[in-house]
């Protein structure tokens, strides 16, 4: 079975640029989360979705926004990008209650200069 | 505010000695709790979770937590470590379906 699969793996942006990060969520899965991870750092959350509806938002700009397909899959948006959004993006996907625990992908590894 | 403290950024055991990895967390609401391990270069898997019931949760590779309410804390433990257990370790926490709060980490590393 297909795990969470996460694309680009890995990409270098130039400051003021903007990315798309792309997250496919394990078959059945229709929760997707989106998370940052600083070097050093435990991931912090950004955004929520189920069923294409967006519950939960962290405490990031609004730079920031993401969205979820019928499908299921889901895009995370950066905008104006800093040196600061330099980090690795993870997504995770759970049946409809995450609290079960979420299957996290590997994740996007994002540089910015 | 709610948050999750993990104590020790390091933890340096030998192979075959007890691990123990400690999580704390700020809250008069019990929480859902997790523990996730992170190799170099992954994503992180989940090791295991206490939502309700048991204190006494037992998760993958041999790795145990207890959940402790008087002492707010759901601390990481395994009898004996392995070589391949060196990696990074999250408490996380999460009181509503919405969202997960991570610890900032504890990078295990295990001596021959």
């Known amino acids: 079975d297909a795990g969470v699969t996460q694309s680009p793996t890995h990409l270098i942006k130039t400051r003021g640029q903007h990315v798309t990060l792309r997250c496919s969520p394990i078959s059945g899965h229709k929760s997707v989360s989106w998370y940052q991870q600083v070097l050093g750092q435990g991931p912090q959350f950004i955004f929520q979705y189920y069923e294409k509806e967006e519950r939960g938002r962290g405490n990031f700009p609004d730079r920031f926004s993401a969205r979820q397909f019928p499908n299921y899959s889901s895009e995370l948006n950066v905008n104006a990008l800093l040196l600061g959004d330099s980090a690795l993006y993870l997504c995770?996907?759970?049946?409809?209650?995450?609290?079960?625990?979420?299957?996290f992908g590997s994740g996007t590894r994002l540089t910015v200069v | 505010a709610q948050s999750v403290t993990q104590l020790g950024s390091h933890v340096s055991v030998s192979e075959g000695a007890l691990v123990l990895l400690r999580c704390n967390y700020s809250s008069s609401v019990p929480p859902y709790l997790f523990w996730y391990v992170q190799y170099p270069n992954q994503g992180l898997q989940l090791l295991l979770k206490y939502t309700t019931g048991a204190t006494l949760v037992k998760g993958i590779n041999g790795f145990e937590a207890e959940f402790k309410k008087s002492e707010t804390s759901f601390h990481l433990t395994k009898p004996s470590a392995h070589m391949s257990d060196a990696a990074e370790y999250f408490c996380a926490v999460s009181w509503n379906n919405n969202d997960m709060r991570f610890g900032a980490g504890t990078r295990l590393t295990v001596k021959p």
């Open positions: 995770a996907s759970s049946l409809a209650d995450p609290i079960v625990g979420y299957t």
